[in-house]
């Protein structure tokens, strides 16, 4: 049967992680600066996120702290673009050899596909670029709690995974 203890942690650690996720989503969804109206992705409409940025005084140049949160959607408009899809303008791979890469570099932002944003699938699907130093999050590791168990009297196993943590928009 396997590890059946060892399974139930993970996946009560799955939880958690969504459960973060769900939050610096919910702040991201609070951002002040907007691309405005509703268009297909384009290459036009990441330049114009990083122009918006950049007037703003973010640190577009900072290649390693820029990243870009998009939608499954969003990543398919993109991938139609060549200067996107095309290993001539990539500078982080994810489907080259060697180990996964869960982002690609381009346009010197690390984009991440992720299939939980508010709206996905929709036509009103919100995608971020953001620097690092925008967002936070803080977790008590100290006082983590992960139990995983067996009640004799009820017959039941049982895992269970609280924390306290939290997301701002800086």
Same mark, same amino acid.
Request: aromatic residues 10%; hydrophobic residues 45%; without cysteine.
């Given at each position: 049967q396997g590890d059946q203890r060892r399974i139930m942690q993970e996946t009560t650690m799955a939880v958690i992680n969504r459960k973060i996720d769900a939050d610096i989503i919910?702040?991201?969804?609070?951002?002040?600066?907007?691309?405005?109206?509703?268009?297909?992705?384009s290459v036009t409409m990441?330049?114009?996120s990083l122009a918006a940025l950049g007037n703003a005084e973010v640190p577009i140049w900072d290649v390693e702290n820029m990243f870009g949160l998009i939608t499954p959607g969003m990543n398919a408009?993109?991938?139609? /673009?060549?200067? =996107?899809a095309s290993s001539d303008y990539v500078e982080v791979k994810p489907y080259a050899g060697g180990a996964a890469k869960r982002?690609?570099?381009w346009f010197d932002v690390n984009w991440i596909v992720h299939p939980n944003l508010t709206g996905v699938g929709t036509s009103t699907e919100k995608c971020y670029v953001f620097h690092r130093n925008a967002i936070g999050h803080a977790f008590d590791t100290a006082g983590m709690k992960n139990a995983v168990g067996?009640?004799?009297e009820q017959d039941y196993?049982?895992?269970? /995974?609280?924390? =306290?943590?939290?997301?701002?928009?800086?």
């Open positions: 919910a702040q991201l969804d609070q951002a002040t600066i907007d691309t405005g109206t509703t268009a297909t992705a990441v330049a114009k408009f993109l991938m139609q /673009a060549p200067e =996107y982002m690609r570099r067996y009640d004799e196993s049982f895992a269970r /995974a609280s924390a =306290y943590m939290g997301s701002k928009l800086l």
